[in-house]
Nanobody, 114 residues
Framework: VQLQASGGGLVQPGGSLRLSCAAS????????MGWYRQAPGKERELVAG???????DYVDSVKGRFTISRDNAKNTVYLQMNSLKSEDTAVYYC?????????WGKGTQVTVSS
């Protein structure tokens, strides 16, 4: 499974971005997909995840601001990020779990700054 992440950029505090993660195959049978992020000097953390049964989970710091969703027809998972804060600045990585293996996309930089 190859993953292509996009949608990062520079945004002011309070702004919004939508990240996309396009998979090279149907995501219908993928057991889980989601997003991690890694800020400078910090460990990578799970931001949002979605199982094949559409069960979702978020890290506490983004609850109520970020929404993960999927479009099976486009083989794409999205991360809608609203009310962005400076502490959301990080490289965001999408992942997919398939047949016991985790696949990663290349990161996309999100910078929240005025």
């Amino acid at each position: 499974v190859q993953l292509q992440a996009s949608g990062g950029g520079l945004v002011q505090p309070g702004g919004s971005l939508r990240l996309s993660c396009a998979a090279s195959r149907s995501i219908f049978s993928i057991s889980a997909m989601g997003w991690y992020r890694q800020a400078p000097g910090k460990e990578r953390e799970l931001v949002a995840g979605m199982t094949g049964g559409d069960i979702v989970d978020y890290v506490d710091s983004v609850k109520g601001r970020f929404t993960i969703s999927r479009d099976n027809a486009k083989n794409t998972v999205y991360l809608q990020m609203n009310s962005l804060k400076s502490e959301d600045t990080a490289v965001y990585y999408c992942y997919a779990d398939h047949w016991g293996r985790r696949y990663w996309g290349k990161g996309t930089q999100v910078t929240v700054s005025s």
